[in-house]
């Protein structure tokens, strides 16, 4: 079992920056994939960035060139940093490891 818990969410001005957090615990050894997915009030669970083992890094279309996805040396925490933010990134951000296990989710909004 893999435990997770995002940090980080809150709300920000368009433009701004914002980095998220997903702290990982328990079968840690067993992850070889992590990722952060979204979803919009009204809309599907989407991916919107993902990490694998190896380093190996995959965007949406919508967020490449403005957020990274990176990990700690650890391997036990994953971020997320979000630049240029947009009102249309508002979402809530699940962090996900293994395409199986969720985090309860950070909210995100960007409103002025």
């Known amino acids: 079992q893999v435990q997770l818990v995002e940090s980080g969410g809150g709300l920000v001005q368009p433009g701004g920056s914002l980095r998220l957090s997903c702290a990982a615990s328990g079968s840690i050894n067993s992850i070889y994939a992590m990722g952060w997915y979204r979803q919009a009030p009204g809309k599907q669970r989407e991916l919107v960035a993902g990490i694998s083992r190896g380093g190996s890094t995959n965007y949406a279309d919508s967020v490449k060139g403005r957020f990274t996805i990176s990990r700690d040396n650890a391997g036990n925490t994953v971020y997320l940093r979000m630049n240029s933010l947009k009102p249309e990134d508002t979402a809530v951000y699940y962090c996900?490891?293994?395409?199986?296990?969720w985090g309860k989710g950070t909210l995100v909004t960007v409103s002025s």
């Open positions: 996900n490891a293994n395409w199986e296990y």
